[in-house]
Structure formats: C-alpha cells, structure tokens
C-alpha cells in the first residue's frame, strides 16, 4: 500500500485488486480491516476495472458500509469526470487498482491532491512519484551535455515551465499511450520542461486568448464596415447592422423614455396605501406566528422521530443478540460459560488449545431445548467453510414452527444452496441479514454469524421477520411509518406484510438514499418524494449494514400549524374587506377624472386628437385637463405638418429632422447611388390624355418605391419619369450594394407584373433602365438658405446617372459599375459589357450587366433571356444592338472590345 501525506487526511493506492478478487470472503476482508484502522470510507476504482469487478467484492464492501466510487476512463484528462472526488476531499480514501491500470488513477489521484494542497498537476504527480524524480536527478548529474536539470533544484527554467503548465488545461500532464508518451511523462515528472511541452502550453495558452476576444470581434464588425473604402470587397451580414449614435451635441433633443402603463389604477392605490398598514401588520404578524410555530413543530417532530428510531435500534439490536445467545448456547452447550470462567481461573490461550476448533454435530438434547424456547426460529444451521463453498454440519428444523407457517423442511433445504454464497463471509466474521421472503412467500429474514472461538465456522438462523416488527409496537403512531432496511435499501421488516413478502427497494426514497450515502450514525431530513414533502429520521445499527427509517408527513404532521394559518388570514380577509369598502367610495370621487384624462393619452398614442373631454372641477385635476386639451391642439397640428412633409421628404429624413438629428451642410458617406429611367416616356404620354399620364406614372412610382423601401433604401428624388434613390447616405446596414441591386432586381419583377395589367386594360407597356454605383458622396443638406433638400452629391452620383444612360444602347435594364461589382460579385450573377469612356474620366470603365441573384434558383442565364422577359426591344444584331436614338451632348464613348 502506498500512502500518501496530505494536510486534509492522506491518501492511499493499493496495486493488488487482482489479488483481493481472488478470495474476496478472506482476503477482502483482511484488507478491509486495515481500512478502518485508517479512517478509510471510500474506495476508488478505475472505470474498466470496475466493470469486470466481481459482484462478490462490490457486496462485501457494501455490507461493510464501504462507498464505492468508479474513475471514469478518457484520455484527455480536462474532459475527465471527476466530479467522485467532491465527496472526499477531506476524508481519507483509497485508490485500488491493477498495476496494468495504474496510470488510470493518476490523474484524479493528482487532482486529489492538487485540491488539498492547493498546488499545480504536474507539481503532484512528482509528488506521486517521488523516486521517478530522483532518478532522473541522478541521471541529470552524470550526463554532462545536458542542458537543463530537474525541477526541483530550484533553477529558474523549471519555475517557468511551471507557470506555464498551470495556465493550461490540466491535459497537458496526462501521458497517452505509447511508448513516446510514457518517456514524456517521466520527464515530466522529473521537472524537464522540455521543448514541446513548452510550445503546447503556449499554444494552449493563445488558443484560449483568441476564442475569448472573438465574441468582442464579432461585435465591432459593423463598425468597421462602415469606416471601409469604396473598393472595400467584404459584404457584412444583415445581422450586423450599424446603429447610429447621436454625438451627444448641445442642439440634439433627448428622446423620452418610454413607461410600461402599470395596470394598477389610481383607486387602486389609493385603497392600497390606506389599506397598506393593516395588510402589512397583519400579514406580518400571521407569517411570524407561523413560522415560529412550524419550526418548533418541525423541531420536536424530528426529535421524536430521531428518538424512536433509537428505541427500536435498540430493541432490534437487543433482540439480534438474544438470538445469537441462544443459537450459540444450542450448539456449543456451555462452552460460552466456560470461556467466561476462563478469564479467573487460568490463561485463555491454555483452555482453549484443549477444546476442538470444529464443532460437527449439536446433541440432541439442545436441540430439543432450543426448539422449545425459540418458536420464532424455524432453522439453524452449522456451517463450515470448504474453499468457496459451505459445508453444513448440522441443521435444527423447527417443524411445528413451519407448519404453522404453510412451510416444510424441503422449502427450507431447497433455499439453503441459494443463498449460500451471501452466507459464506459469515465464517470469515462477517455478520449479514437477509430478507428471504420472496423465495419462501411467508415473512423470513435470514441472520448469519461467525461461531466465536471456531475459525471458519458460522450458524445460520431462519427468523420470522414479524418478531422484528413487533418491536415497532408501541413506538409507532397511526401519522408515523417505521421500517427497516438492508445496505442495498431493501425491507427487512415493515408494518406492511406485503412490502416484506416482495423485498421492497426504498433506494429511492430520499431518506433512504441519504442514509446509505451518509458518514453518520443518525441524522435527520425533509426532503420531497412522489410530490409530497416527509420529515424523516434514520438510525443505522451496527449490524450488517441495517438501518431503521422513521418518516411522517410534512401535511399531517403540520395539520395543526395549516390549520390556525388558514384562520388567521380568514381573519385578515375580513379586515381588509371592510377598510376596502370605507376606502373606495373616498377614492372614486378622484379616480374617475384621472382615468378619462388616461383614456384620452391613449387616444392621442393612436393618433385621434379630437375627444369630448371638458374639465369639471377647479382644482389641480382640472386645471391638468386644461392644459392637456391645449397639448394635444399643438400635437394634431404637427402631426398634419408632419404628414404633409412626409410626402415630398422620404419619411425616414422627415422623421430625423424632425428630430434633429440631420446634420446641417455635408457630411462624407460611402454608399450605393441608384439611377432609373422610364423608356419611350416622351412618346407614350403625347398618345394619352394628362389624367392618364399622372394616373400611369403614380402607378409606375409606387410599384418602384415600393423596391427601394423593402431594400432599406431612401429614394432621393423624382426627376421627371427618372428616380434617384440611395442605399447607405442616411442609415449604412454594412451591406448597401447588395440592398441596391436586389432593389433593382425587384424593380425588374415588379415592372414585368404591371406590364401584365397594362396589357390587359390596353395600356402602354413600360420599359425602364437602372444604373447603380458605390463609392464616397456627400450626404447632407444643401440649397440656399430659404430653401434646403437633403440630397447625396459627388462623382460617384455622377457616373451612376452615365451607366444608367448606357440601358440604351446596351439593350439592357440593370447596369453596375466596376466598384460595384467587386462588392457583390459573389452573389450575383453578371454578364460584362464593353468598356466606356465616360466624360470627365481618363481611363475606360468596365459595365455589368445583371442577370440576377446565384442563390435563385429562377435566375435568368443570359442577356437575351432578360430581354424576352423585360420586353426590351433591340435594334441590330450586334452584342450592344444600336442606339436607339441620340439625343443631347455626348456624355460617353462605348469602346468595341
């Protein structure tokens, strides 16, 4: 066995589990001996020797009120759960295990002691193997290139590596399998920080400081997209939107707080404020009384329990002992008194090397005078231990007894060899009760003991089990059961016959379950089973791990306590309704004005600024429903101001300036500039009368600023049958390109769908042509000072209107530039155009064309496929057709490619 030292109780590892499972009944039980005398309780075993363990060893230990707890198996040492150890980690324990599978328990050995010390992994298993380190000291001194000597001759290097280890995951000192990781663990042990421990732990260590700042990074993306250049190539997430922050300036209006409207009117309060001291008083004083009396209740419950539980331990332990006197005096006669005698009249080691030391046979006489004062015995039996077997000397049948019972002999002998093997550590000193009623269908228990003064003898006694529950009698009340249990939780005696006859498990039962688990004798508890609340105690007897159980109801226990709680808030109750009543018709008088002056506020919320609402009195009251009629005129005015800007404003500026949070003069954004254009629109309205021009272009505008609002978009302004828009000069979502195009790509389906109802009402049908740019433009206010427009300005505007012009004689109705298409050329799919040379720049100008998104699945394949669907109409058979029509200064050059 080694032994461990440590400052909260040592620990142990024991290599020979092989050797114990050979011959548990004798060889287990030598050991566990030497347990006790240690103050041992627990005992660890790895995960795969615990599987293949015999259940012979685990019943032995069990009986012997040892806790065993299984080290699960996993190769990273980190993952391990090692949650066994919160129970020990100030009592001794022992680790047992094979010498194959000892490096499964260094790792909670070492976090053991890691815990009690209160000092890093790799530090205790050098503590774990102590003559590994000194070894390796020995070798370091007598090789003399090498570098770096053991950890503990307190050289810098290894407190580094120390540090170092104790920053990671304790992983890094568990050794794999292999012969590789066997050399490294020993050079761990023996305090080499050699160089690739070193280089794991500072990746360890880096690859936690990544993932704990990724999350931050994650969040200040928007931020940085926004600050990104025009040829920036990175689309954000819609997820991770820009939020704008007001600048905090002198100017800017603070936004009101929205109040959550309290459902508790103003009567209320007033009813609760007068009412409030009685109810608290009251309330008080019954929750006080209460729980005063209940603990005190509960206290003297517990006590009672804990005392009856004693009694019967008492009596049950009384009544065992006068069991075994009587079945020892039957079968060695007056050997017992002889043995007594023995201690005046000589040494003991000299009369007892006269007796025999193998008892063969019980005379007939004491067999006839045990059977006439043992009634509750229906057998008992002498055993003698024959390797792993029992070998029976002689029996004693209690045949009246078994008949009176429904039983014969041959019941008895068929369940002798059943049971044999639970009988069999008897003769090695063990003493175990068992509850053999299942097999016999009556109440038995089953008592085996070693026969004191014969070495590997024991006597076996069939018991009727109803004599231990006579012992219940007079300590029990009607509200209070009393049962006793096994070390496995099963019944050995209970008021109920059945429960006894089927071996009832109570393993489940809180009670039951904490007093096994328990390091005490007796203890109480409350605790919840099946929805209802016990007060219970436990008793455990020094006799084959037994146990007596006392539990009662929380309900019936307390009926008491509940019931003068109900009365007492029957009693608060009426007090509280007759100061209600005095209250309510004081406040009423208040309340009503209040409540229409709240019903009118929730009118102006849903904006109808017009209600008959007068004041009626001249107090304050009134005085508010003055003012409040002469705030909501002022309200219903800004509100048609409002409205009315709202319809040559985009309502998103409209609602900003109004806020004012426009900036006054200009302001540098990056952002989408959108251009579109209504073909054949001079033509088509010199055929139609004015109400139908006004009638058809309203229809035509909303259907496209309808695309540009869904987009988050802002449409800047109508130029003529043209609209201007732009995604990212108020507001930036980060994705701003992709917003414009998929608007313009919903201008496409949008403008199909109104040409299907053109054709049907015989009306023109529409064809359009859109030109989208990004890059930096100046957003803000400009104009004079009588009149102001927000408006974006700059050369990007500029060459969006040119690539809008290029639909033309390009045949085509959605045209990018080159700085937009390198920010969504992974999500659309684009055809390339010939280059232009537009004015004003010096190097030609790569167009696209957009066929529509790569994730459609309807996505049109080529330029002509658009042209059908869009009814655009191309002269010539070229790649470009011809110009339909030229008008005004030449502003671009299309270059043949």
Not at 536 to 565: H, N, P, R, W
Not at 729 to 752: F, Y
């Amino acid at each position: 066995m080694k032994v461990i030292e440590t400052s909260a109780g040592a620990v142990y590892i024991q290599y020979n589990l092989r050797f114990l499972a050979r011959d548990p009944d004798f060889a287990l039980l030598q050991e566990m001996r030497r347990w006790k005398m240690n103050g041992i309780k627990t005992v660890l075993i790895p995960e795969v020797e615990a599987l293949s363990l015999r259940d012979r060893i685990q019943t032995i230990l069990k009986a012997e009120g040892f806790l065993i707890k299984t080290i699960p198996d996993n190769e990273r040492f980190e993952t391990m759960d090692l949650s066994v150890l919160d129970t020990i980690d100030h009592r001794p324990a022992i680790f047992l295990c094979n010498p194959e599978t000892a490096e499964l328990i260094e790792p909670a050995v070492a976090e053991l002691l890691r815990r009690r010390q209160g000092i890093t992994v790799r530090q205790a298993l050098e503590w774990m193997h102590p003559e590994t380190e000194q070894g390796s000291h020995q070798e370091s001194r007598g090789t003399s290139d090498s570098p770096i000597t053991g950890a503990s001759n307190g050289h810098p290097q290894s407190q580094d590596v120390a540090r170092a280890s104790s920053t990671t995951a304790p992983a890094e000192h568990v050794p794999e399998t292999g012969t590789e990781s066997i050399t490294d663990s020993a050079r761990t042990r023996s305090g080499e920080p050699d160089a690739e421990a070193v280089d794991s732990t500072a990746k360890s260590h880096a690859t936690a400081e990544t993932r704990t700042q990724a999350q931050p990074e994650i969040r200040e993306a928007p931020a940085v997209k926004k600050e990104a250049p025009a040829d920036s190539k990175s689309t954000a997430s819609p997820a991770l939107e820009a939020v704008p922050v007001s600048d905090g300036g002198a100017g800017a209006p603070v936004a009101p707080v929205a109040v959550k409207e309290s459902r508790i009117s103003i009567r209320v309060k007033l009813i609760g404020i007068i009412s409030g001291l009685l109810i608290a008083s009251l309330t008080g004083m019954i929750f006080l009384a209460t729980y005063f009396f209940r603990t005190d209740t509960e206290r003297r419950i517990q006590e009672t329990n804990l005392s009856i539980t004693s009694v019967i331990g008492q009596k049950i332990l009384s009544e065992v002992e006068n069991f075994k006197y009587r079945a020892v005096l039957a079968v060695t006669g007056d050997e017992a008194e002889d043995a007594e005698n023995s201690v005046q009249l000589g040494p003991v080691s000299s009369i007892r090397d006269e007796r025999p030391t193998q008892i063969r046979s019980i005379p007939a006489e004491r067999k006839n005078v045990f059977l006439k004062n043992n009634d509750s015995v229906l057998y008992l039996g002498v055993v003698s231990r024959d390797n792993l077997s029992l070998k029976y000397e002689d029996e004693i049948f209690n045949e009246a007894a078994l008949q009176n019972r429904g039983l014969d002999t041959q019941q008895i002998k068929s369940q002798l060899p059943v049971y044999a093997e639970e009988f069999l550590p008897s003769t090695a000193g063990a003493t175990l009760v068992k509850n053999i009623s299942p097999a016999l269908r009556t109440p038995v228990v089953a008592l085996s003991f070693p026969l004191e003064g014969h070495p590997g003898q024991a006597v076996i006694l069939f018991i009727d089990s109803r004599k231990f529950t006579e012992s219940f009698e007079g300590t029990q009340s009607e509200e209070t059961e009393i049962y006793m249990v096994d070390g496995d939780g099963k019944i050995i005696a209970h008021g109920e016959t059945d429960l006894i006859l089927s071996a009832q498990s109570m393993r489940d039962v809180p009670i039951v379950q904490f007093m096994l688990e328990s390091k005490v004798n007796s203890q109480v508890s409350r605790y919840d089973y099946n929805g209802e609340t016990y007060l219970g105690s436990f008793k455990k007897l020094d006799l084959g791990s037994l146990g007596i159980i006392s539990v009662v109801k929380e309900q019936v226990a307390m009926a008491q306590v509940y019931q003068t709680q109900r009365r007492n808030f029957i009693i608060m109750g009426i007090v509280l309704i007759l100061s209600v009543l005095v209250v309510y018709f004081y406040a009423r008088s208040l309340s009503i004005p209040l409540r229409q002056l709240v019903g009118a506020t929730q009118q102006i919320e849903e904006g109808q600024y017009e209600f008959a609402l007068k004041p009626k009195t001249r107090d304050e009251v009134g005085v508010l429903t003055s003012s409040f009629l002469k705030m909501a005129s002022g309200l219903q005015e800004r509100e048609r101001m409002k409205d009315a800007f709202g319809k040559f404003v985009n309502k998103e500026i409209a609602e900003k300036a109004l806020k004012g949070e426009i900036k006054l003069g200009g302001e540098k954004k990056h952002s989408a500039v959108f251009f579109s254009d209504l073909r054949g629109f001079t033509a088509m309205s010199e055929t139609m009368e004015p109400e139908e021009v006004v009638e058809y272009l309203n229809e035509y505008f909303s259907a496209m600023v309808a695309c540009v609002d869904e987009t988050r978009g802002v449409v800047d302004k109508f130029i003529g049958d043209a609209i201007m828009a732009t995604w990212g000069a108020v507001v930036s979502h980060g994705n701003d390109t992709e917003n414009a195009v998929n608007g313009a790509l919903r201008m496409r389906a949008a403008l199909i769908e109104l040409n299907v109802r053109n054709r049907e009402r015989g009306k023109p049908i529409a064809r359009f042509g859109c030109g989208i740019n990004s890059g930096p433009v100046i957003s803000g206010q400009i104009g004079s000072e009588q009149k102001l427009e927000f408006t974006v300005i700059g050369d990007t505007v500029n060459l969006a209107s040119r690539i809008e012009a290029l639909n033309k004689p390009f045949g085509t109705d959605i045209l990018i530039s080159t700085d937009s298409y390198e920010e969504v050329k992974d999500i659309f799919n684009v055809e390339q155009m010939p280059a232009i040379k537009v004015k004003g720049k010096e190097k030609p100008q790569t167009i696209y064309f957009v066929l529509g998104r790569k994730d459609d699945p309807n996505c049109p394949g080529s330029l002509d496929e658009v042209r059908k669907m869009a009814d655009i109409e191309v002269k010539g058979k070229g790649p470009t057709g011809d110009v339909v029509e030229s008008e005004g200064e030449e502003k671009y050059e299309i270059l043949e490619g």
